[in-house]
C-alpha cells in the first residue's frame, strides 16, 4: 500500500508519501493558476510582504476563508478554491470542459469564463484564483455571450455524428449547446476532416474530428496514470490528440480517459456501438476485479451488464477505475449457470432449485460431521453469502475449517490494481474467525482430495487459485461435489448436484476491501433465470436439514448474524447504502426515451431501485 | 313530492293500481340512452327517480400518472382522449398552460389558428350534442343532419392535422404546421353547408312537439345550485349566468373577435339545447372572421430549445442534430413552477394544473375536466322525477366519458 503512489517513479518522477488510494495531481507551477491545495496556498489571512506597488489587501470578512460574492451571492470558501466549485456552492453552475477537479488547470477551452469585479477582461474560473471581496458574475449578457461564440467555435468543426456516437446523451456538447448556444450554424463550406477512428490501444480508440482538444486525456495519463502515451500534435485546424509514434496506449488506466472526455472523441472499443446510453440504467455497485474494491456504476440495459464506469469515492478510488477492473464484468453476463443440475457428465439432468437443494443435502447429511467432508468458499462472494454459508458449514455441516478458494493471485500495481484478485478475502477471514471457523489455504485440498482424505466438498464459488481444468480433473475424484457456482466451465461440469448462483451485480450486499473498508452495493436487477445469491442456497440447504434459519434477504442474514463478527458489527448496513440519485460526473438520462426507466422494458424493474 | 298511493284499499275496482316496489337498476354502462360509458345506479319507485348515483371509472386511463412518466410533448396525444369530440381545444388548452408557465408568447398567427381550429371543434361537440339530443329522444333525422356536418369538420380537421379524432395538433410554442393550400376556402364552403345544416336541425328540433314536451321544463337547475356544484360552458350559462372565459379572460386572439355569449333562463334541457345551437353560429362567425384576418407569419416561436430545428438542419449540421436530440430525447425543459390555466372548451372550463420540477417531463398534470362537476349534478337535476326525463338530462349535459374519467 504504501508505495503506492511512486508506480512509475523509475521515470524519474519523485515519489510521494503513500497513502493508499490514487495522490492529488501534482501541484501546478505557479503561474498555471489556483490548482495547488490548500496547504500551498499563504493563509489569506497573513497579508504577504508586498512590493510597494498595489494597495494592501482588505481584510478577511470571515477570518481564515476567502469571501467572495457570486452572482450577487456571498460565499465565504477555504483559501484555494476554485472558483468553478465557489461558484458551485453558490448555486451558480458554471459550464467547463478542460477543467478536471482531480487534474491540473489547463484553462484552454474558455468555456467558464466570467466576469470578475478586479478584471477588465473575462477570466477563466478554473484558472483565476480567488481574492478577498471579488464579485463574480456569470450570467451577465456578456458572459452568456462568450459562452455562446466559445460553443459555436467548439461545435464549428464537430461532425454531425450524435446518431451514432457512444456519448450521445451523456455528452457535454448537447448538454452545454442546449443551455448556452441553441443557435443554428453560420458555418458556410465544409468541416475539417481528421481520422475518424483512430485506435490508440487495445482497449481505446479515437475519433479525432469529434475532439475539442480540451487535452484532459493527456493530463490524465500525464499526472494520474503517470504513463505519458498521449500528446498533442499538429497546430491549428489540424491539432490533433495521439498516442507518440510507433507507440499505443496500452495502459491499464487507459479507458479513465474515455470517462473524463467531455464528448465523444475517446470510446471504449469494449462498450462501442452496444447500447445507447440513455437505454442504461446506472446501479451504484463495487468493482469484484481485485481486492480494491472501488467504487462503480455498473450500468445495465435488462438483465445485462454493459459496462463499468468508476464512482466518486474519496477513500478508494476518487474517480478513477483501473481497465482491467472495468472490463471484469464479462463474468456477469456470458456463460452463466441459470439453472441448477443433478448429476455429472452425462447423467446430468435439469432440476428445480427445490429439487436441486433437496438432493444435495440428501447427499450431505450421511457426511454431517466425518472428516471426509470439506467445505470449499470463495472470496468471491458478498459477506452476506458468507455469513449464511459458513454458519451452515459450522453448525450443520459440523466442520471446523474451511478450505479458501478463489481467483488466482494476478499481477498488481502501485495505484489501485491488487494482486488479490478477489473482493472480499478481507470479509471471509473476519467472518471465520467472528463464527469459529479456521481457514486452510487452498493448496492443502488437491492432495486430501488425492489422497483420499476429502470425500465430499461443499464448495460456495467455483473460482480456484489454479488451472480450473486441472482442478475439474481432481474433483472428478470426489464421491460427492455440491457446487454453488455463477458460471459454467469444467469446475460446474464436474458437480454431481450444481447450484446456480447469482453475482452481486443481482443482489445487495457488502464487500470488505483490502484495506478493511466495507462498501454496500446495490442489485441491478433480479438474479437470472432460477440463480439465486449464495446465501439464498445457504437458507434452503438450512431448510432442508430441517434447521429453524431461514433468510429472506442479503439484509436478513446481515442483521442476523453480523453481531458475531466484531469487523461488521457496526456497520449500519442501511445507512451505508450509496445513493441511487444522480451524482456529479457522467450520468445517464434519468428516465428512458419512451419515458418508461432505462432498463424497464423486460420486466418490471422498480423505479426507485434498491432499499 | 308525495308519495305514491300504495294502499289499494283506496282504490276503486277500476283503478286498482298494481303494487309496486322500490327497484334498484342499473343504467348502462353500456346503454343506447347513455352516451358515454357510464353507469348510472338508480333506484326507482314506478318511474319516478328516487336515487341517482352516476358511477363513473369505465374510461379511466391514467391519464395524469401517464403524463408524469413521459416529455411534455409526449403529453400530447394523451390530451387527445379527453375530450375525444373536441381534440383540439384540448391539445390547444393544455399547450396554452405549458406556454403559460414557461413564459412562452406564441406568433400571432398561431393564435389565429388555435382559434380557428378550437372554434371548429366546438362546432364538431355541439353538433354530436344536439344531433344526439334528437336520436335519443327518437328524432333520427335529425341525428343525421348533424353528423352529416360534422363530417365536413372531420374532413376539414384531418387535411389540417391528419387525423379525424386524435389529432394531437399543436407544440409547445405554436402550432407543428401550418395551413394546408386551399384550406381556409374548403372551411368557408363547409361552413356555408354547415350553416345550411344546423338551420335543418334547428327546425327539425326546437319547435317539433315532442322534443319540446321532453325537455322544457326538465333536468331543470336552479343558477345556484348550478354556481355551488362548478358548472362551467353551456351547462351554467343555460342557467342566466354569462361565463365565458373568452370574454371573461380572453386568450389567444379571442379579444379581437366579434360574438356574443348566448344565456339561457331557466336552466332546463331545452335551454341547454337551444344554447348550443345559438352557439354553433357565434363558433360559425368566429371562424369566418378569424380565417379573415389570419396574419401571415411563422407558426412557432424561433428557438430552438422550444421548436424542433427544421429538417435540412437536423440532418446536415451539428447543432440542429443536437438541438433535435435533446428535446426529444429529454423533453423541452420547462422552467420550474406550477401554474392554473384555463380555456373555455366545449363543454365549459377546461382548466390545467400543471407543476415542472424543471425538467423534461410534467412533475404533475392535473386536468380541470368540465364534464365532472356536471355529472356531479345530474343527481340534483333528476331525483324526483320520471326516469324518462334522465335521458334528455344526460345528453344535454354532455358527459363525456374520456375527460371525466380520464
Avoid at chain 1, 443554428?184 to 482538444?213: T, W
Avoid at chain 1, 450509496?578 to 450520468?587: D, E, K, V
Avoid at chain 2, 327517480?49 to 352516476?54: K, L, T, W
Avoid at chain 2, 379579444?255 to 345559438?278: A, S
Amino acid at each position: 500500500m504504501s508505495a503506492n503512489d511512486d508506480k512509475k517513479n523509475t521515470e524519474g518522477a519523485a515519489p510521494t508519501p503513500g497513502s493508499g488510494a490514487p495522490s492529488n495531481p501534482p501541484p501546478s507551477p505557479p503561474n498555471t493558476g489556483p490548482r495547488a491545495g490548500p496547504e500551498h496556498q499563504p493563509p489569506a489571512a497573513k497579508p504577504p510582504a508586498t512590493p510597494p506597488g498595489p494597495p494592501p489587501k482588505p481584510a478577511p470578512k470571515h477570518p481564515g476563508l476567502v469571501t467572495v460574492t457570486v452572482d450577487g451571492k456571498e460565499v465565504a470558501v477555504k483559501p484555494g478554491t476554485n472558483m468553478i466549485d465557489a461558484a458551485k456552492e453558490a448555486g451558480a453552475d458554471i459550464p467547463y470542459y478542460c477543467w478536471h477537479p482531480r487534474l491540473s488547470v489547463a484553462a484552454n477551452c474558455r468555456m467558464c469564463l466570467v466576469q470578475v469585479s478586479n478584471s477588465p477582461k473575462l477570466v477563466p474560473a478554473c484558472q483565476t484564483p480567488l481574492t478577498e471581496g471579488q464579485a463574480i458574475t456569470t450570467t451577465s449578457e456578456t458572459v452568456k455571450d462568450s459562452q455562446r461564440a466559445v460553443m459555436e467555435f467548439l461545435l464549428l468543426n464537430h461532425p454531425v455524428d450524435c446518431a451514432i456516437c457512444d456519448q450521445a446523451g451523456e455528452c457535454k456538447l448537447q448538454d452545454y449547446y442546449m443551455q448556452h448556444d441553441h443557435q443554428p450554424s453560420r458555418l458556410e463550406g465544409v468541416k475539417v476532416m481528421k481520422n475518424k477512428r483512430k485506435v490508440l490501444g487495445p482497449r481505446v480508440v479515437l475519433d479525432q474530428e469529434r475532439c475539442i482538444m480540451c487535452t484532459r486525456c493527456v493530463r490524465f495519463m500525464d499526472e494520474v496514470a503517470k504513463e505519458p502515451q498521449l500528446g498533442m500534435f499538429g497546430r491549428g485546424s489540424h491539432e490533433r490528440i495521439d498516442v507518440f509514434p510507433g507507440t499505443e496506449l496500452d495502459s491499464n488506466y487507459s479507458l479513465n480517459t474515455v470517462d473524463i472526455c467531455p464528448v465523444g472523441a475517446l470510446l471504449n472499443r469494449d462498450f462501442r456501438f452496444r447500447a445507447r446510453a440513455w437505454f442504461l440504467s446506472a446501479a451504484p455497485s463495487v468493482c469484484t476485479g481485485c481486492s480494491r474494491g472501488c467504487s462503480i456504476y455498473a450500468d445495465f440495459h435488462g438483465q445485462e451488464t454493459y459496462r463499468y464506469r468508476p464512482r466518486e469515492n474519496e477513500e478508494i478510488n476518487k474517480s478513477w477505475l483501473c481497465d482491467q477492473g472495468r472490463l471484469s464484468y464479462k463474468y456477469l453476463d456470458k456463460e452463466r449457470v441459470v439453472s441448477s443440475s443433478i448429476g455429472r457428465g452425462t447423467d446430468a439432468r435439469e432440476a428445480t432449485p427445490a429439487e436441486a437443494v433437496k438432493q444435495a443435502w440428501v447427499k450431505l447429511a450421511p457426511l454431517v460431521g466425518t472428516k471426509g467432508l470439506a467445505v470449499m468458499v470463495s472470496p468471491v462472494a458478498s459477506n452476506e453469502d458468507l455469513l449464511a454459508s459458513l454458519r451452515f458449514a459450522k453448525e450443520v455441516l459440523k466442520v471446523s475449517e474451511v478450505f479458501v478458494a478463489g481467483r488466482p493471485e494476478g499481477k498488481g500495481d502501485n495505484f489501485l490494481m491488487t494482486a488479490d484478485k478477489n473482493p472480499n478475502r478481507k470479509g471471509l477471514e473476519w467472518i471465520a474467525q467472528g463464527l469459529g471457523l479456521s481457514l486452510k489455504p487452498f493448496d492443502g485440498l488437491i492432495p486430501a482430495i488425492e489422497g483420499g482424505k476429502v470425500k465430499a466438498l461443499w464448495a460456495v464459488g467455483a473460482e480456484v487459485p489454479m488451472d480450473a481444468g486441472v482442478f475439474a480433473s481432481a474433483a472428478q475424484g470426489l464421491e460427492l461435489f455440491v457446487l454453488q457456482a455463477f458460471n459454467e466451465g469444467p469446475v460446474a461440469q464436474a458437480a454431481h448436484v450444481l447450484l446456480a448462483s447469482a453475482p452481486h451485480i443481482e443482489d445487495e450486499g457488502t464487500f470488505a476491501n483490502v484495506d478493511g473498508i466495507l462498501q454496500r452495493f446495490r442489485a441491478a436487477y433480479p438474479a437470472r433465470g432460477e440463480s439465486r445469491p449464495h446465501w439464498k442456497w445457504a437458507s434452503d440447504l438450512f431448510e432442508a436439514a430441517g434447521d429453524t434459519t431461514r433468510f429472506v434477504s442479503s439484509r436478513e442474514v446481515f442483521q442476523a448474524l453480523a453481531s458475531r463478527v466484531p469487523e461488521l458489527a457496526s456497520f449500519d448496513w442501511d445507512a451505508q447504502a450509496p445513493s441511487s440519485q444522480r451524482r456529479p460526473g457522467i450520468n445517464p438520462l434519468p428516465t428512458g426515451a419512451d419515458g418508461r426507466p432505462p432498463g424497464y422494458r423486460e420486466f418490471g424493474a422498480p423505479r426507485v431501485r434498491g432499499i | 313530492m308525495a308519495e305514491p298511493r300504495m294502499d289499494d284499499e283506496l282504490e276503486g275496482e277500476l283503478e286498482g293500481h298494481l303494487k309496486s316496489k322500490r327497484m334498484l337498476v342499473n343504467l348502462g354502462p353500456s346503454h343506447p340512452a347513455t352516451h358515454g360509458t357510464v353507469r348510472m345506479n338508480m333506484e326507482l319507485e314506478g318511474e319516478t327517480i328516487i336515487r341517482a348515483d352516476p358511477e363513473i371509472g369505465f374510461l379511466h386511463r391514467g391519464f395524469q400518472k401517464s403524463c408524469e412518466n413521459v416529455t411534455w410533448t409526449q403529453c400530447l396525444p394523451y390530451t387527445d382522449r379527453l375530450n375525444y369530440v373536441s381534440a383540439l381545444m384540448n391539445n390547444f388548452g393544455f399547450l396554452t398552460a405549458v406556454e403559460k408557465l414557461a413564459g412562452i408568447e406564441i406568433p400571432e398567427r398561431a393564435k389565429y389558428i388555435r382559434v380557428i381550429g378550437a372554434e371548429l371543434h366546438r362546432i364538431q361537440d355541439h353538433l354530436t350534442c344536439v344531433g344526439a339530443v334528437g336520436l335519443e329522444l327518437g328524432g333520427f333525422s335529425a341525428f343525421l343532419y348533424a353528423i352529416e356536418a360534422r363530417e365536413l369538420i372531420m374532413d376539414r380537421v384531418t387535411e389540417l392535422t391528419g387525423a379525424r379524432l386524435t389529432t394531437s395538433f399543436g407544440r409547445i410554442g405554436g402550432i407543428n404546421r401550418d395551413l394546408p393550400d386551399g384550406w381556409s376556402e374548403k372551411v368557408l364552403k363547409s361552413l356555408d353547408k354547415i350553416h345550411e345544416l344546423v338551420t335543418e336541425v334547428d327546425i327539425l328540433l326546437t319547435k317539433n312537439r315532442i322534443f319540446v314536451d321532453r325537455t322544457r321544463g326538465t333536468g331543470v337547475i336552479s343558477r345556484e345550485d348550478a354556481l355551488d356544484f362548478g358548472f362551467t360552458g353551456p351547462c351554467l350559462r343555460a342557467c342566466g349566468v354569462s361565463y365565458d372565459l373568452r370574454k371573461q379572460s380572453p386568450y389567444w386572439v379571442y379579444d379581437r373577435m366579434n360574438f356574443e355569449v348566448p344565456i339561457g333562463q331557466n336552466g332546463d334541457n331545452y335551454d341547454r339545447y337551444l344554447l348550443r345551437i345559438e352557439e354553433l353560429r357565434q363558433s360559425e362567425k368566429i371562424v369566418r372572421q378569424a380565417l379573415a384576418e389570419l396574419p401571415a407569419g411563422p407558426v412557432i416561436v424561433d428557438d430552438w430549445r422550444v421548436a424542433l430545428p427544421p429538417k435540412p438542419e437536423v440532418y446536415g449540421t451539428i447543432e440542429g442534430v443536437i438541438g433535435h436530440f435533446k428535446m426529444v430525447m429529454e423533453g423541452i425543459q420547462i422552467p420550474a413552477g406550477e401554474v392554473y390555466d384555463a380555456t373555455e372548451a366545449s363543454n365549459g372550463e377546461l382548466g390545467w394544473y400543471i407543476v415542472s420540477d424543471g425538467g423534461g417531463h410534467p412533475y404533475k398534470v392535473h386536468v380541470r375536466a368540465p364534464g365532472f362537476p356536471i355529472l356531479a349534478g345530474l343527481p340534483r337535476m333528476i331525483e324526483g322525477r320520471m326516469l324518462a326525463d334522465m335521458v334528455p338530462t344526460f345528453d344535454t349535459i354532455n358527459m363525456i366519458g374520456g375527460e371525466v374519467e380520464q
